[in-house]
């Protein structure tokens, strides 16, 4: 307990509670004696002319809960926490207490991890127990930016379809969701110039078959190769290693209106997944990576 | 006699003088045991009727079964309490506030009517205390033999009877919290956990904790519980008027008391019906003599009125001399039974049982929550739709399985997308499902736009739960 600035704070509390408490007994011992029930006194005062108050004694075992109060004060605070930076003969601590919480929590649950862990992702991924434990877990730890039902956000990507930023195999998934990922963009405003900016975003949404300007597009296409085609790739189907979006398929992950892509060039974009491995531990990356898996698996029966 | 002594301390040590000794008396009155007198008479049968009346069903009730489960049940783990066809979840929770509103109304209501029926009858402190007097009479005697076997030093008789008493006291005690537990727990099961030592923590500690209360307030505490512990004892006296039923001796016809032959004509001797017997101050649980009147210590069990109507009858007297009457009556005022009070916390009364008694008969044993996505307003479908996110619970309250089916309105030309079609629940089992809406941003208002869901089972169109939600759309 090291809560208090000095020394002296800690007896500030320990040495008045302590003679509170010693002089509690000699108050009741003293005051213990007990006359035969009769009439009672009256305090001596009368209201409103006949109303007067009794003095009536405590029933003589009330004298009892006295002691008991002040045994069990001075137990207590020999077991608990209570005087100043005296800890107790037990220990007790509320950060012990979440500890033992957490130590049986993983004592009554681990097993049933270890065993999921134990089996191979894309058969986890078919168990129906497993991934009613692992919908309790997104839920708890993912839900709140990849939304409830794993279709994402703007900036958060969707789990439900088969694109992948950085790779739809279970090593991949397992390693987004351990160690994280940071995808970056960067800006080409001052680069591209206004114009150059339209023609490389006309060029892109012609890269998924949509409406566009040739033309333009054509001189986009320049500059794409200049610029884009490091990470994109020639074909603007993106790689998996530095998580560069496919720009063919009709997914945008920060939205697909025309000048939203062009602010995309524009400004850039950074998007980060945090590491959870470290908190969360192997076995429930691993049952959450089968969950990400399932997920994506059952967007391709459909 | 020393404890008497020591009240007076202060004097002895020659310090205060005896007007202080007045100022500052004893701050503790000694206990004076009372041996209530073995009684019997009209009075004494209905109490005994309504002990075990209501102990049959204490104890008898966790063992009943119903359907192959425990037909009363209140299982706090899973948070489902069950009584013979109902189960009620903690959504139902209305139903238990409207009990204990009824409870108390009841309790308003019977003692404006009729003074403390509660307390002489059905309270379980009288109750026990009355089943715990009848085993101490049964092994030390009654009240004379009590007394003197306490006056007797400690001889190995004494002890043997002493032991035994609180032997039987303690079993019953421990099959008491034995009972409550059975109540929390399944009975039959807790028996054998029981039996091989291996009672969870919690069980362990309320069958301990609840022997523990019986066996202390029922054979130790008995009426210094009702004197000084009990709130009710004390707040009835607001619910009293001239017109409430109480135990009274006549002062008028008794007085002035005194001893005479069964022979002597109490008119000539100066003397009212009062023989000063003081049976029914033998016989008073709270160790009180009624002949001093109304006293808040009285909790209307009526054992002096058998008592002294048994005294009356042997002497040839009418009965009544301390009977139920109202203060009206005995100042020879007529006594109104229908006070306004009376009528209104009849109606009350009438009108909450009625609610509730037509709440559980039309309950629906499903209910549905809808939990709106936090992390965006809304999304654009690439074909331009609006689309909203929805978590909802599925509760599934009935014994049965059921399949579902989800109907959205409020909205103009919704879809509903469900990731599972198949909206079966198990019986008493929770389901989340998400499920998405999506709206041509035409139809929409601009902001938020009011959707109902409604859940109804495909065998039994009687289980329908309705859900109000918003749509939140963009703002234009």
């Given at each position: 307990m090291a809560d208090f600035v000095s020394e002296f704070w800690s007896w500030f509390i320990i040495i008045p509670t302590v003679i509170g408490i010693l002089a509690m007994f000699p108050l009741v011992y003293f005051n213990r004696g007990q006359?035969?029930?009769?009439?009672?006194?009256?305090?001596?005062?009368?209201?409103?002319?006949?109303?007067?108050?009794?003095?009536?004694?405590?029933?003589?075992?009330?004298l009892n809960l006295f002691y008991i109060t002040i045994v069990f004060g001075i137990i207590y605070l020999i077991l608990y926490p209570g005087l100043g930076s005296f800890g107790g003969v037990l220990g007790w601590s509320s950060t012990q207490r979440y500890q033992n919480e957490l130590e049986y929590a993983e004592e009554r649950y681990g097993p049933i991890f270890e065993k999921y862990q134990q089996t191979d992702i894309r058969t986890l991924a078919r168990n129906d127990d497993a991934m009613r434990a692992a919908e309790r877990l997104y839920a708890n730890y993912c839900a709140q930016c990849h939304g409830s039902d794993a279709r994402g956000a703007p900036g958060y990507p969707n789990l439900r379809d088969d694109n992948w930023l950085w790779g739809g195999e279970p090593e991949q998934i397992r390693e987004t969701i351990a160690n994280g990922r940071t995808g970056v963009m960067p800006g080409w405003e001052d680069a591209l110039g206004e114009e150059g900016l339209f023609n490389v975003t006309e060029y892109v949404l012609s890269l998924s078959g949509r409406q566009h300007d040739s033309a333009v597009a054509e001189k986009g296409k320049a500059r794409y190769e200049q610029l884009c085609v490091a990470c994109h790739g020639p074909d603007g189907t993106g790689n998996t290693a530095m998580g560069a979006p496919n720009l063919t398929n009709r997914t945008w992950l920060y939205g697909g209106a025309q000048k939203t892509v062009m602010e995309s060039i524009a400004k850039g974009r950074q998007g980060h997944m945090p590491p959870h491995g470290e908190f969360l531990g192997d076995s429930?990356?691993?049952?959450?990576?089968?969950?990400?898996?399932?997920?994506?698996?059952?967007?391709?029966?459909? | 006699m020393t404890r008497a002594a020591s009240s007076t301390r202060g004097a002895a040590k020659g310090k205060p003088s005896s007007t202080d000794r007045d100022l500052e008396p004893s701050l503790y009155a000694k206990r004076q045991k009372v041996y209530p007198r073995e009684v019997h008479g009209l009075f004494a049968s209905l109490r005994f009727a309504g002990v075990v009346a209501l102990m049959g069903i204490y104890y008898f009730l966790p063992w009943l079964q119903w359907k192959g489960q425990q037909a009363v049940l209140l299982d706090l783990p899973a948070r489902k309490f069950h009584f013979f066809e109902l189960t009620f979840w903690p959504q139902d929770f209305i139903y238990l506030t409207s009990m204990l509103i009824i409870a108390a109304l009841s309790l308003f209501f019977f003692t404006a009517l009729a003074g403390r029926l509660w307390c002489g009858y059905a309270c379980p402190q009288t109750v026990w205390t009355e089943v715990f007097l009848w085993i101490e009479r049964r092994i030390e005697g009654d009240r004379g033999k009590q007394m003197k076997l306490d006056r007797a030093p400690w001889s190995g008789r004494k002890a043997w009877i002493k032991g035994f008493k609180h032997f039987v006291w303690i079993a019953l005690s421990l099959w008491t919290g034995y009972t409550f537990v059975g109540y929390f727990t399944p009975i039959r099961e807790l028996?054998?956990?029981?039996?091989?030592?291996?009672?969870?923590?919690?069980?362990?500690?309320?069958?301990?904790?609840?022997?523990?209360?019986?066996?202390?307030?029922a054979g130790w505490l008995r009426e210094q519980v009702c004197i000084y512990m009990c709130p009710y004892a004390r707040f009835q006296s607001a619910m009293f008027d001239k017109d409430t039923m109480i135990i009274s001796y006549d002062r008028n016809r008794g007085e002035p008391r005194g001893p005479r032959k069964k022979s002597a004509d109490p008119d000539a001797l100066g003397l009212g019906a009062c023989v000063d017997c003081t049976i029914c101050v033998q016989v008073c649980p709270t160790g009180i003599d009624i002949r001093n009147g109304l006293q808040y210590e009285c909790i209307g069990c009526a054992a002096c009125v058998d008592a002294c109507d048994d005294v009356m009858d042997r002497m040839n007297y009418p009965r009544g001399l301390i009977r139920y009457t109202t203060e009206n009556a005995l100042e020879g005022k007529p006594t109104r039974v229908l006070r306004p009070r009376v009528v209104v916390y009849g109606l009350v009364l009438l009108a909450l049982l009625s609610a509730v008694a037509y709440g559980i008969a039309t309950r629906v044993p499903v209910d549905l929550d809808v939990i709106r996505d936090r992390n965006t307003l809304f999304r654009e479908t690439p074909e331009g739709l609006i689309e909203n996110v929805y978590t909802l619970k599925l509760l599934n309250m009935d014994r049965a399985d059921h399949r579902y089916s989800l109907s959205v309105s409020g909205l103009e030309d919704v879809t509903v997308r469900l990731d599972d079609a198949d909206l079966t629940v198990p019986a008493g089992e929770v389901r989340e499902v998400t499920v998405r809406l999506q709206v041509d941003p035409y139809d929409l208002e601009p902001g938020a736009n009011d959707v109902y869901f409604t859940l109804t089972a495909l065998d039994d169109e009687s289980l329908t739960a309705e859900q109000e939600a918003r749509f939140v759309g963009p703002r234009r």
């Open positions: 006359k035969q029930s009769g009439e009672a006194d009256k305090m001596g005062h009368s209201w409103d002319e006949d109303l007067e108050e009794y003095n009536n004694p405590l029933p003589g075992w009330w429930k990356v691993h049952l959450l990576s089968a969950y990400v898996y399932h997920l994506s698996a059952q967007h391709e029966q459909q | 028996g054998v956990s029981v039996l091989a030592l291996q009672t969870g923590p919690w069980e362990t500690f309320w069958l301990l904790f609840y022997g523990f209360a019986t066996y202390g307030n």
